[in-house]
């Protein structure tokens, strides 16, 4: 059974990056079978989408981080990765990495990690 | 602001039945999945597609659509179901996710 597990700094300083790692286990990250997601939710609001990735290589943003966002994938490592750039303390949240399902109607985030705390601050 | 809507807060009492909705265009053509969110946890599926629950989810619970509207329906509530509930389907361009605002489930 695939988990999921992040990893990465609970601290970033105002403008700096943001880098998280998400490490799979239990199964393949190429097997194909999903898109690797990372989704953030600040603390007493809800769910926000921040990107995926699938084993291809390629990506789809949430428009409004576009600019700032760039999700990795490193087969060799079983992980999958996160950078934020030019971080504010609106980019303090619990970060969740995720194994996205998708059908022909629909779409699912099967399995999540247990997320992390990054809180930006100098 | 989220192209999915949901209302902030829901009750239900113990035993009875409870409708979650969630409202976005794109659930004219795209169904939406469910999310249980207990305090300090991760979210958990509850609902995708049509009406499919992924093992361990009991019966109980039980997804379906109507127009713009996509509901999670909760039968013979539970205090164990007390949580955050939130939809999540396309945006308008199809190309990207989003979440609803997510709603406060009571279980009084």
């Known amino acids: 059974q695939v988990q999921l597990q992040e990893s990465g700094p609970g601290l970033v300083k105002p403008s700096q990056t943001l880098s998280l790692t998400c490490t799979v286990s239990g199964g393949s990250i190429s097997s194909g079978n999903y898109y690797w997601t990372w989704i953030r939710q600040p603390a007493g609001k809800g769910l926000e989408w921040i990107g995926r990735i699938y084993t291809s290589g390629s990506t789809n943003y949430n428009p409004s981080l576009k600019s700032r966002v760039t999700i990795s994938v490193d087969t060799s490592k079983n992980q999958f990765s996160l950078r934020l750039t030019s971080v504010t303390a609106a980019d303090t949240a619990v970060y969740y990495c995720?194994?996205?399902?998708?059908?022909?109607?629909?779409?699912?985030?099967?399995?999540w990690g247990q997320g992390t705390m990054v809180t930006v601050s100098s | 602001s989220s192209e999915l809507t949901q209302d902030p807060a829901v009750s239900v009492a113990l035993g009875q039945t409870v409708r979650i909705t969630c409202q976005g265009d794109r659930f004219r053509t795209y169904y939406a999945s469910w999310y249980r969110q207990k305090p300090g946890q991760a979210p958990v599926l509850v609902i995708y597609g049509k009406n499919n629950r992924p093992s361990g989810i009991p019966d109980r619970f039980s997804g379906s659509s109507s127009g713009n509207t996509a509901s999670l329906t909760i039968t013979r509530a539970q205090a164990e179901d007390e949580a955050d509930y939130y939809c999540n389907s396309r945006d308008s361009s199809g190309n990207y996710l989003v979440f609803g605002g997510g709603t406060k489930l009571t279980v009084l």
């Open positions: 995720a194994a996205h399902v998708s059908g022909s109607s629909w779409d699912a985030f099967d399995i």
